[in-house]
């Protein structure tokens, strides 16, 4: 079975913390993106990752493959990172690019 | 990055009509579109998985009369959700892939019947 846990499922920070989010697969999945949607509902996608780590700006995404665990850093965290932050496993048996969800974790960053 | 773009953006419509919301890649052809509903506060749902030229695949629980898609070209595919319901209030995203590793997501619909 394709699952993918997420945690926190809240997060609050001051702004200019450092952030992470964690998230957990199992062993069908073989990539993980993590996605941000923002209050109207768009998702944008941030990272793909099936090993070692990205970084873009202020993100960060690192994956364990052993471990099979992923998390999404922010540093100087900013008002205007607050956000759903959703990490979605690849499925390893799909041609097509199925993708299972997390639950998603709310980032709300203070000023 | 690529775009993948929704119409309409929101709807409000009465029980019992039937609503169409077009999903299209701007600047790349989509040989795979999937179609999810969100849930206030949870994630998002796989509903079907659609591909240019051929039936959808739906997911267990999905009633394929009830959500009809049709992927008519490689750029467009629409879900009409037939004889709407207020239980059918939900937020419909689709996304579009150009490979197995890479999707882009829709900006949503909103679909609110009365």
């Known amino acids: 079975k394709n699952e993918v846990e997420q945690s926190p499922q809240n997060l609050t920070a001051q702004e200019g913390e450092f952030i992470t989010i964690n998230c957990s697969y199992s062993v069908g999945i073989s990539a993980l993106h993590w996605l941000q949607q923002h209050p109207g509902g768009g998702i944008v996608s941030l990272f793909m990752?099936?090993?070692g780590k990205k970084k873009h700006g202020r993100l960060i995404a690192t994956i364990n493959i052993q471990e099979k665990h992923s998390s999404l850093h922010i540093t100087a965290s900013h008002p205007r990172d607050s956000a759903v932050y959703i990490c979605?496993?690849?499925?390893?048996?799909?041609?097509?690019?199925?993708?299972?969800f997390g639950r998603g974790t709310q980032l709300t960053v203070w000023p | 990055g690529a775009v993948v773009s929704q119409h309409p953006s929101r709807v409000i419509c009465k029980s019992g009509t039937s609503v169409k919301i077009e999903c299209r890649s701007l600047d790349f052809q989509a040989t795979t579109m999937f179609w999810y509903r969100q849930f206030p506060k949870q994630s998002l749902m796989l509903m079907a998985t659609s591909n240019e030229g051929s039936k959808a695949t739906y997911e267990q629980g999905v009633e394929k009369d009830k959500f009809l898609i049709n992927h008519a070209s490689l750029t467009l595919s629409t879900l009409t959700v037939t004889s709407a319901h207020p239980e059918d209030s939900s937020f419909y995203i689709c996304?579009?892939?150009?490979?197995?590793?890479?999707?882009?997501f829709g900006p949503g619909t909103r679909l609110l019947v009365l």
């Open positions: 996304s579009a892939t150009q490979g197995r590793e890479t999707q882009y």
């Open positions: 990752l099936s090993s």
């Open positions: 979605a496993g690849l499925d390893r048996g799909s041609t097509l690019g199925r993708l299972y």
